[in-house]
């Protein structure tokens, strides 16, 4: 296994490109990364395992959704710098649901496939939302708020989380629990277009507070003083 990952030209990629075709019929499915822990980790269990570079993390294909990818086989470009797997897909490729993710013409912006699986209870709402955000971000903005948010550029998107934070704490202050509900789903979204604009997936947010598990507040707060 390590003369397989020595075979990789790691100074000049230090995320592997990988293309994933369908076994069965070679479609393409979609495009990803691994480092070496990841590689080490596919040519390990035989199951498909990237680095993302959204969550800054290794991610094992369908650990929420159950729908991993079985590696048949690896191979490695005439450059040493690309991968290309054949796997078998269990369930869906993409996250929106659909068998792959390259289902969208390049210059009509017509989708060509169906979408197969809801994905929506599989992600949860804030990573769907997320999702749908960055999706939207080359929408119409005549026909999209989020495309017409994100077209008014930082300083308008800025001043919506600052409005909605300020809106919450009023609610908090009226001991008003619906309108404290509804004004906190209205941060929610203002923060994630502004996560979204900058590609920080929610997953980095998550991380964060798990990490601040192991630690107390008040260590936690001391080791960001410092």
């Not at 003369?3 to 076994?23: F, M, T």
């Not at 060509?112 to 992600?123: H, K, L, R």
């Not at 971000?137 to 008014?152: R, V």
Request: proline fraction near 1%; charged fraction near 30%; hydrophobic fraction near 35%.
């Amino acid at each position: 296994m390590q003369d397989a990952i020595n075979r990789i030209d790691w100074q000049k990629c230090e995320l592997l490109p990988v293309i994933v075709q369908d076994n069965s019929n070679s479609e393409v499915l979609m495009m990803a990364y691994m480092d070496k822990q990841a590689l080490e980790l596919s040519l390990t269990t035989k199951v498909a395992h990237y680095f993302s570079r959204t969550k800054q993390r290794i991610w094992k294909k369908g650990e929420s959704s159950g729908h991993i990818q079985k590696i048949h086989s690896f191979s490695i470009d005439c450059d040493n710098d690309t991968l290309l797997i054949k796997v078998t897909q269990e369930g869906v490729a993409c996250h929106t649901g659909r068998r792959t993710c390259f289902f969208t013409e390049l210059e009509s912006g017509a989708t060509n496939s169906e979408v197969e699986v809801n994905t929506d209870a599989i992600y949860g709402v804030i990573d769907t939302l997320y999702h749908t955000i960055q999706e939207r971000k080359n929408a119409d903005p005549e026909s999209s708020w989020t495309a017409k948010l994100i077209s008014k550029g930082d300083n308008t998107i800025l001043k919506k989380v600052v409005e909605e934070a300020g809106e919450f704490s009023f609610a908090y202050k009226d001991n008003d629990e619906s309108e404290m509900i509804y004004e906190a789903a209205d941060l929610t979204y203002h923060m994630l277009v502004a996560l979204a604009v900058k590609n920080i997936s929610p997953d980095r947010i998550k991380q964060e507070l798990a990490r601040r598990f192991d630690m107390s507040g008040i260590a936690e707060k001391n080791s960001r003083d410092k």
